[in-house]
């Protein structure tokens, strides 16, 4: 079984540049999760889809960051304008909704910023 | 609200010697407790899970944990750690019911194993 897949695997990029970052989730799975981690602050969820519809953003950091699920094999996470602190690695993980604290990780996708 | 401490940020212990990895949590409701592992430049993977059942917890690769609520602890052992244990291991909690999505994740041990 393919687990979560996450592209690219590394991405660096200038101060000001739209980044976009993908993941396909596990097949089945309705849950999707999209994290950060750094060191300073350790793994933060940024955004929960259910059934491809946002249902906690609280955690998207800024206007910059934007989310979107178009259908249940695809999300893209979008940075624009980049920014060095958004340097992280960032992490996408789904689940199904009835064990939705059983979240499988992506690779992770490790974003830097210049 | 949740939290979780990591007692310890790196522990080494020699090949074929016992693991401890210490963890304590806060929580004002019974909570799902996790373990993961990240090995280097890979993903999160879940070792194992305590969702209110047995108290002792069986994962893969040989890793166990113990619920123990009167000490808030979820420590993870392991009777004899190997090389490809090195990583780092994460304690995570969950609330129970409709926000059960939310991981809090503790800031991590990194585990060396010595040759």
């Known amino acids: 079984d393919a687990g979560v897949i996450q592209s690219p695997r590394h991405e660096v990029t200038e101060m000001g540049q739209e980044v976009t970052l993908r993941c396909k989730p596990i097949s089945g799975h309705n849950s999707l999760f999209w994290y950060r981690q750094t060191m300073m602050r350790g793994l933060e969820l940024l955004i929960y889809f259910n059934n491809n519809v946002p249902i906690d953003d609280s955690g998207m950091p800024e206007d910059r960051f934007s989310a979107k699920m178009p259908n249940a094999s695809f999300s893209t996470l979008k940075i624009q304008p980049s920014e060095p602190r958004d340097s992280a690695v960032y992490f996408c993980?789904?689940?199904?909704?009835?064990?939705?604290?059983?979240?499988?990780f992506g690779p992770g996708t490790r974003l830097t910023v210049l | 609200a949740q939290s979780v401490t990591q007692l310890d940020s790196h522990v080494s212990v020699s090949e074929g010697t016992p693991v401890l990895l210490r963890c304590n949590y806060s929580?004002?409701?019974?909570?799902?407790l996790f373990w993961y592992v990240q090995h280097p430049n890979k993903g999160l993977q879940l070792l194992l899970k305590y969702t209110s059942a047995a108290t002792l917890v069986k994962g893969i690769n040989g890793f166990e944990a113990e619920f123990k609520k009167s000490e808030t602890s979820f420590h993870l052992t392991k009777p004899s750690a190997h090389m490809s244990d090195a990583a780092e291991y994460f304690c995570v909690v969950s609330p129970v019911g409709a926000g059960s999505y939310q991981l809090t994740f503790g800031k991590g041990t990194k585990l060396s194993v010595i040759p």
């Open positions: 993980a789904s689940s199904l909704k009835r064990t939705y604290n059983e979240q499988f």
């Open positions: 929580s004002s409701y019974s909570p799902s």
